[in-house]
């Protein structure tokens, strides 16, 4: 066998486990708009806000804790929190659409 053709191969088998590791952490597929939730750097119980308060996101029903970094849109003097910034998008484009949906509890 040739030397060479195996190291491509292994660099091949790198790049391509390299990749699926990108592609599993930025959560491709799942339901929803947000699939696995890809922001890593939440403090996971530090004790500092034990008051945090959570939110619905209108968009896609998740509830999402409120802190200093959440993502927010106020419409109607509400304030409205979500969990990623594609959310707020589809928020921000059509607020009465989600909103609207929201009046009706299932
Ligand atoms: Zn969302």
């Not at 806000?49 to 959440?70: H, L, Q, S, W």
Request: charged content about 30%.
């Amino acid at each position: 066998m040739d030397e060479r053709m195996i190291t491509l191969t292994i660099l091949v088998i790198v790049v391509a486990a390299g990749v699926y590791f990108m592609a599993k952490r930025k959560g491709g597929g799942g339901g929803g708009c947000c699939g696995g939730h890809a922001h890593g750097g939440h403090d996971a119980d530090s004790g500092s806000d034990a008051d945090a308060k959570n939110a619905k996101d209108p968009i896609c029903g998740m509830d999402v804790k409120i802190t200093d970094e959440t993502l927010q849109s106020s419409y109607k003097d509400k304030t409205y929190y979500f969990c990623s910034s594609s959310c707020v998008e589809k928020f921000e484009k059509e607020p009465q659409m989600w909103i609207g949906d929201e009046t009706d509890e299932k």
